[in-house]
């Protein structure tokens, strides 16, 4: 290396190293923002909260007119109870607190399943609209969680396949949807048929589900509402 | 070493100087770059009213649940109170009201904790998918199942409630709950009981997720049990029943 050269070679590999601690830095703090976000996933998340958006706007809309209706039944000084009544059987039946009767899919599973692949259907299946869902007769609620081995998985702590060895999940909704989510290509069933050969999940649209009450308590004990 | 540091020693002053101004220059170039245009892979000029359009979308959203839980209580307490005072209606207001603490619809308080999960900030080996460094959807659906395990009686994750209808999505590196977009870092809270904590935490499932998650990739897992205790939001969404009715008979032990 001649006498000239030297400073600027030294030079040089600093300022590369710089640039290149710079760029280590940013790249190492995964930005969770939605910076890193791709446009495919930008599209599907603007298609997602518009969906959400939407339903809002109908809720705003019925409760609008629920308002109008309580008051202007205050201001005749009525005292029926019907609407009353019909919110609180909506907000019920919505809950699992009571049975909900309807059209929906049918999710048959022959095989041992891990229970995070069963939540995953629930969670399928509730992102699609449905509206409620039980596993092999038990009604899923907040709470009510698939735990154990496959082979021998528990809903909240109770055995959750009989000696059958089959999974009926069942949920109310539009069946169309329900069951296009789980089947797409590449959607849940054919992953879960890719990860697990040996099981068989079999979807069935149906236009008469049962879905039955909880039997769990949901009134909270510990917790103190704040109105 | 003292070879090396003998040749630092006889490195002129002014080579020092140069080094360090270029050192410097790096450093803007690179500054420069970064800040001109977003990450080098997205640079597509469709991503900036993307990234805006969800943005606004969000502000819309959050203006709308306020709105739905203005309204609920608004209804709530005409209902409660316009009505003559008939016993039956006082009854059934209440039953309502019960069935919407039941059900999510109205914020609470109360003890128990809140556990952070944060991406990792381990470095992504050259044969490693950088997903498995993300918290997911997934990661926060086995959170949320393990603390209703040890007993939780309300959870929400970020802002939102977790509630009979709550679906956890994984969009790209985000997670979309009840419809609503997440950031991370995600904290999911929960009331419960005190040996909350030690339940969640003597789990097998618990104990896999560290395992898997933690110790493996680096996922973060912090806790907060504060003394005064947690709140809960409102689930402000849609209650949709719209292909299924409520059975038409209610067993007795329906109505809370």
Known sequence: MGRGRGPLAVGLVLAILGFLVVVQARSQAQDQGLAQLSVQDLTELVANVT????QLREEVATLAQQQQQVQSAAQRGDTSTSQ?????????????????TGQGVQVTVNGALPASAVGQLVNELRNAGAEAIALNGV????????????????????????????????AVGQPETLAGSLSRAGGLVAQLAAQYPSVSVRVDPQDLLQVPATDRSLTPVLGRPRL | MTALAGRIRSIPSWQITLGLAL?????????????????????????????????????????LKKQVLDARAAIASLEAAGQGGAAVTKQLSDQLQNAQIAAGLVPMSGPGLVIQLSDSTLQ??????????????????????????AGAEGVAINGERVVVSTAVVDIGGSVVVNGAYVAAPYQVTAIGPKT??????????????????????GIGVQYATPDVGVDLP???????????????????????
Do not use: C
């Open chain 2, 124 to 149: 992504v080996p050259a044969d490693g998918n950088a997903q498995d460094y993300l918290v997911s959807g997934a990661d926060v659906l086995t959170v949320v199942d393990q603390l209703w395990a």
């Open chain 2, 234 to 256: 409102a689930y402000a969404g849609s209650m949709n029943l719209r292909y299924g009715r409520p059975t038409a008979t209610p067993s007795t032990s329906a109505a809370p």
């Open chain 1, 84 to 100: 009353i009544r019909t919110d609180l059987e909506h907000v019920l039946a919505w809950s699992g607190v009571l049975g909900v």
């Open chain 2, 196 to 217: 909350m904590f030690d339940t969640l935490t003597h789990q097998p499932g618990f104990a896999d997720f560290i395992r898997s998650r933690g110790e493996a990739f």
């Open chain 2, 23 to 63: 050192l410097a220059l790096g450093f803007l170039i690179a500054a420069q770059m970064a800040a001109e245009g977003p990450r080098v892979q997205y640079t597509s000029q469709e991503r900036t009213p993307l990234v805006a359009t969800v943005l606004d979308l969000q502000k819309q959203q959050d203006a």
């Open chain 1, 139 to 170: 009604r899923v609620v907040p709470g009510v969680v698939v735990s154990g081995d496959p082979g021998s998985l528990t809903i909240s702590g109770k055995p959750l396949i009989g000696t059958t060895g089959t999974l009926v999940l069942v």
């Open chain 1, 51 to 54: 969906t959400r958006n939407n």
